[in-house]
């Protein structure tokens, strides 16, 4: 076992990971994200892409149901367009304004009702998305065979864009649709990981 000094000198040399979110926005706040969430490592586990659309394998196909769950787990959340690629995931996730209960008015909620009735925050929602496929992906290699991970399936942390306003979204919606087509391009991806 390492000394309490020597691994504290050590944990100085690790690098910082820069904080991607903005300090003073409220994540709950009513809105469209644009989100991306990346596979450790950025190796392929979902698919392939070919003839510039995407064959989702079993993998693939899990992510999508789990995504199209996000709306029923959380009652404030809309998804729109998504797009499932080899390594990683872009989607659009809308923010609704939660109708219902003020826990001022009734304070014997618990934090959970709270959340139901107050709406989820961005985190909240991607964090369980994350939770849930991880699950499942271990489910798959156990019973299934799939191509197992390293530790995670994920990579820390994911991408997010405050949608601004309509142009913004019928770009991103676009990038979205037109991501498979792209993928020879992008930069996380190389002919040995498919």
Same mark, same amino acid.
């Given at each position: 076992?390492?000394?309490?000094?020597?691994?504290?000198?050590?944990?100085?040399?690790?690098?910082?990971?820069?904080?991607?979110?903005?300090?003073?926005?409220?994540?709950?706040?009513?809105?469209?994200?644009?989100?991306?969430?990346?596979?450790?490592?950025?190796?392929?586990?979902?698919?392939?892409?070919?003839?510039?659309?995407?064959?989702?394998?079993?993998?693939?196909?899990?992510?999508?149901?789990?995504?199209?769950?996000?709306?029923?787990?959380?009652?404030?959340?809309?998804?729109?367009?998504?797009?499932?690629?080899?390594?990683?995931?872009?989607?659009?996730?809308?923010?609704?304004?939660?109708?219902?209960?003020?826990?001022?008015?009734?304070?014997?909620?618990?934090?959970?009702?709270?959340?139901?009735?107050?709406?989820?925050?961005?985190?909240?929602?991607?964090?369980?998305?994350?939770?849930?496929?991880?699950?499942?992906?271990?489910?798959?290699?156990?019973?299934?065979?799939?191509?197992?991970?390293?530790?995670?399936?994920?990579?820390?942390?994911? @991408?997010? +864009?405050?949608?601004?306003? &309509?142009?913004? =979204? #019928? /770009?991103?919606?676009? @990038?979205? +649709?037109?991501?498979?087509? &792209?993928?020879? =391009? #992008? /930069?996380?991806?190389?002919?040995?990981?498919?």
């Amino acid at each position: 076992m390492l000394p309490l000094l020597t691994i504290m000198a050590q944990s100085h040399r690790l690098p910082r990971r820069k904080i991607i979110r903005l300090a003073a926005h409220d994540y709950r706040t009513p809105g469209a994200y644009f989100v991306t969430v990346c596979v450790q490592h950025h190796l392929c586990r979902f698919g392939k892409v070919k003839q510039e659309r995407m064959h989702c394998n079993a993998g693939g196909e899990m992510i999508a149901a789990w995504w199209h769950r996000l709306s029923n787990k959380f009652p404030t959340v809309e998804t729109d367009a998504f797009v499932i690629m080899p390594n990683h995931l872009h989607g659009m996730i809308i923010l609704h304004d939660p109708v219902g209960v003020d826990p001022r008015v009734h304070p014997t909620l618990t934090p959970k009702e709270v959340d139901a009735h107050m709406g989820a925050s961005l985190p909240v929602v991607m964090q369980w998305f994350k939770t849930m496929t991880t699950n499942a992906y271990i489910k798959g290699v156990q019973q299934h065979g799939w191509t197992p991970f390293c530790r995670k399936l994920w990579q820390r942390s994911y @991408y997010e +864009h405050i949608v601004r306003d &309509q142009r913004d =979204f #019928d /770009r991103i919606r676009e @990038y979205i +649709h037109q991501n498979p087509a &792209q993928w020879y =391009f #992008d /930069r996380a991806h190389t002919a040995k990981r498919d």
